[in-house]
């Protein structure tokens, strides 16, 4: 299953001012380096050209200069991935001139048990064994609640398999009673709402975020995002929040315009849980002109394992 770009993007860079030093706390780093700072770095020698995340430390706060490479995702790392992963740390070593260290942060654990922290090869006897640092969000689940890592409270709706509203609320309060500046509030509420998004009903989430709308509208992502929509004809109705802008639209928009934003919703919202549609399911997702029945597949996604049950060859979708 591989997540959405929308979706870690909202996630990495959403929450990005705050999170990369709680997860050095959870990796106990007592003290994070002030002299810290972000490199958007791109890398030429490869297709997937940009890395989740680079974090360079300078001295006086480390003996020399050096960087953690963070890479997000919310299922096991494939031997493709890995591979993928491993090459872009050493394209970063060089084209940084400094110790790169891999650390990826696996978001959701799901019903999966093990993830990959190093990746092993053998041939004819002869070994290769690659290691890097890994952390598991939904181990540091009573961390982040007792607001030591509250920085990662956009992620507790991840950290059990059926998230109660309870988790969205108590990321929420973990927030905004933090004693964080307002514009880092802002971009952990839009995390939090991407993130809730994509495991709770729209309704649910805009409800306990109500008091937010005007703060999630501010951020330069959703900005663009809406901006996306409403040239399809779906964020007819910003003023009344983001989740109602999205109803109105579908509602208000050309029918070929509904029908495309709401197949474009499905597969945004679905990916995270079940991977990339493959051709035979994205053709009936685009043949399909029952507009409520693509709302309502969206709607119910967490009850489906499959695509083949959401979109069967025949007949009305059937939950897992």
Known sequence: ?????????????????????????????????????????????????????VLVYDPPDVPSRGAHYFEYAVAPADRETLLGWIYKRCCLEKQLGCPVVLIAVYLWQGRRRTFPDRMFTEVLGATDDMGFTKLEIWKLR?????????????FLVLCEEDPPEQSLVAARELIIQGDLPAPTKSLLIGATAAV???????????????????MLKEIPLIQEWLREREEIGVAKGLDQGIAIGLN??????????????????????????????SPQIASRIAECTDLQRLVRVTTEISQFETWDEVFPENGEPSSG
């Open 1 to 53: 299953m591989k997540a959405s770009t929308r979706f870690l993007s909202w996630i990495i860079f959403g929450a990005h001012l705050a999170h990369p030093l709680a997860l050095l706390r959870a990796m106990g780093v007592a003290n994070p380096p002030s002299h810290a700072h972000f490199e958007d770095v791109t890398l030429n020698q490869i297709a997937e050209h940009r890395a989740d995340q």
């Open 196 to 214: 809730a998004l994509r495991r709770l009903p729209l309704e649910l989430v805009m409800s306990v975020l109500s008091r937010e709308v005007s």
């Open 142 to 154: 009573d961390r982040i609640l007792s607001g030591e890592l509250r920085e990662l409270a956009p």
């Open 248 to 277: 109105k639209g579908i509602v208000l928009g050309r029918d070929e315009g509904r029908l495309e934003a709401a197949r474009m919703i499905l597969i945004e919202v679905a990916e995270p849980r079940l991977g990339v549609p």
